[in-house]
Structures are given as structure tokens and as C-alpha cells.
């Protein structure tokens, strides 16, 4: 059902699908979706929820692997979540583009995944020592990341959504670590020759 759910509403849109619409591509019965719903919102938010307890915990270890400085930490956690959203493209269109269109609920999701995020990236910056940043930079920071990976997925460009690591990276860092400091700062360092 969340797999049919997900699916219509990456090709639809959110309002235009209906629970009829989710019980004939399931191919089950109208009395077992709400035997496990209440609503297609309900269904909606089920598989939203899951979909970010799955990314925040790949992200999450992708960003506490090994010892490197905050920076590789930033970009090994982002290539996570692009790896995350491009492994499924119909999850990311209906997580990331449609979340949006359920209304003052899915904002507030929206929101709380952002914030959820920049814990991981408060964590981070604590492990790495440096001085604490304003009040909700991380927020702000985090917010900017989500509307531009909301663009892409929307546009469908890049086509490949790994490609935008590099950008998402640059634009991460120079809030936290300054110019000078992105892409490089980011960056594997070369292989030993």
C-alpha cells in the first residue's frame, strides 16, 4: 500500500490521487487500507516518516564514519542523502516535491525534518570543537539544501542527483567554515602516489 501510495502520488501529485486510486494499484481491498489507515494522509505520512527515519540514519552514519574533519563529514553526509533520494526517485519526488502539497501538516513535516537534520550537523560541529554558530544557522543552512534538492527533483536536472554534491557541499560549508574553506576543504585528498 505505502509503495502504491508513494508511486500515484510521484506521478500524480498529492491531490490528484485518491485512496481509490492507492487500493486498485495495491490490489487489495478498500476495508484493508483503512484497516491500516485512517486517511490517504495518514498513508502519505506513514511512508514520508519512514523515508526520512531511513535517510536520517544512513546520513547520520555516513557523517560519524571515521575521524575526518567536519567538512568531509558535511559531504560524505550529503553524498548519503543523494545516494538515499536517487536510489528512488519515485520516494523522492513524493517525500521532497509533494510533502508540501498535503497542506499545513505536511509543512510542519517539512520542518521538523529540517530541524532533525541540522541536529545532525549541530552534533558534527560540536565533535569537530569549533565555536557554536547563531542561533538556527544550521536551520537556515539546512532549508536552503532542501529548496534546492526540491528544484532539482521538481525540474529534473540535473538528471543525475549525485551531481549536485558538489554545489550542495560549497553552499553547505560556507556558512559553517567560511570562503575558501568548500568544495577543497570537502574534497577526498588525493590518492598517495
Given amino acids: 500500500m505505502l509503495t502504491a501510495a508513494v508511486e500515484l502520488i510521484a506521478e500524480r501529485g498529492y491531490r490528484a490521487v485518491s485512496v481509490a486510486d492507492i487500493v486498485k494499484r495495491a490490489a487489495i481491498a478498500r476495508a484493508k487500507f483503512y484497516a491500516n489507515f485512517s486517511s490517504k494522509?495518514?498513508?502519505?505520512?506513514?511512508?514520508?516518516?519512514?523515508?526520512?527515519?531511513?535517510?536520517?540514519?544512513?546520513?547520520?552514519?555516513?557523517?560519524?564514519?571515521?575521524?575526518?574533519?567536519?567538512?568531509?563529514r558535511i559531504r560524505a553526509g550529503l553524498a548519503a542523502l543523494l545516494t538515499y533520494l536517487a536510489a528512488d526517485p519515485a520516494r523522492a519526488r513524493a517525500c521532497v516535491v509533494e510533502a508540501s502539497s498535503v497542506g499545513p501538516a505536511g509543512e510542519e513535516r517539512r520542518d521538523r525534518t529540517i530541524g532533525e537534520f541540522a541536529d545532525l550537523v549541530r552534533a558534527g560541529r560540536g565533535q569537530a570543537g569549533e565555536p557554536g554558530p547563531p542561533e538556527d544557522l544550521e536551520e537556515s543552512v539546512l532549508g536552503g539544501l532542501y529548496w534546492?534538492?526540491?528544484?532539482?527533483?521538481?525540474?529534473?536536472?540535473?538528471?543525475?542527483?549525485?551531481?549536485?554534491?558538489?554545489?550542495?557541499?560549497?553552499?553547505?560549508?560556507?556558512?559553517?567554515?567560511?570562503?575558501?574553506?568548500?568544495?577543497?576543504?570537502?574534497?577526498?585528498?588525493?590518492?598517495?602516489?
Wanted: glycine residues 10%.
Fill in 148 to 193: 534546492l534538492v526540491y528544484h532539482a527533483i521538481l525540474n529534473g536536472e540535473p538528471k543525475n542527483l549525485d551531481d549536485l554534491l558538489p554545489g550542495l557541499t560549497e553552499f553547505a560549508l560556507i556558512s559553517f567554515v567560511g570562503p575558501g574553506e568548500g568544495p577543497e576543504a570537502a574534497a577526498p585528498p588525493p590518492p598517495a602516489g
Fill in 41 to 72: 494522509e495518514d498513508c502519505f505520512f506513514v511512508a514520508y516518516d519512514r523515508a526520512v527515519a531511513e535517510a536520517l540514519s544512513l546520513v547520520g552514519a555516513a557523517c560519524r564514519r571515521g575521524e575526518e574533519p567536519f567538512p568531509q
